[in-house]
């Protein structure tokens, strides 16, 4: 089990490594208005590392569903609070992959402090989903 332990907080790392540097992505390439190749280069980065970044969330929901094998059911409140977090990271990633295919066709859409704001948001999920996993605190 230390195994499928080591191999979910591995992609975990993956995962979070692209959502916290897609929206950094972004903020470039929201400002890049005039020059379209700049534009186009930060088009298939980001489409890249988004397919890279699911890639390691398919894998961290894997392992992760993999551990709750061995679970005695009903989990702990913490385990349901921290599968919640984990939910709200799963919609923040659907929207990153909307936005992707928004930045495409329009670049300047949003502002660049819109993406600035919107690459804090991991930081709250993985200090929260962290500190559940290692406290597991009677709630």
């Given at each position: ?104 066709t329009k670049p300047t859409r949003r502002s660049p402090t819109f993406y600035r704001i919107l690459n804090e948001i991991p930081t ?16």
């Amino acid at each position: 089990m230390l195994w499928i332990k080591a191999f979910h907080i591995i992609f975990m790392v993956t995962w979070f490594a692209g959502l916290f540097y897609l929206p950094r992505l972004f903020v470039y390439h929201s400002q890049t208005d005039v020059n379209p190749e700049s534009s186009r280069r930060f088009a298939i980065m980001e489409k890249r590392l988004f397919a890279i970044t699911t890639v390691g969330a398919a894998l961290t929901i894997f392992f992760g569903l993999w551990l709750l094998i061995g679970w005695f059911w009903p989990p702990p409140f913490w385990l349901e609070i921290k599968l919640g977090l984990v939910l709200g990271l799963i919609a923040y990633h659907i929207l990153l992959g909307y936005l992707v295919t928004d930045l495409r066709t329009k670049p300047t859409r949003r502002s660049p402090t819109f993406y600035r704001i919107l690459n804090e948001i991991p930081t709250f999920f993985l200090i929260a989903i962290v500190l559940l996993a290692v406290l597991r605190p009677a709630l």
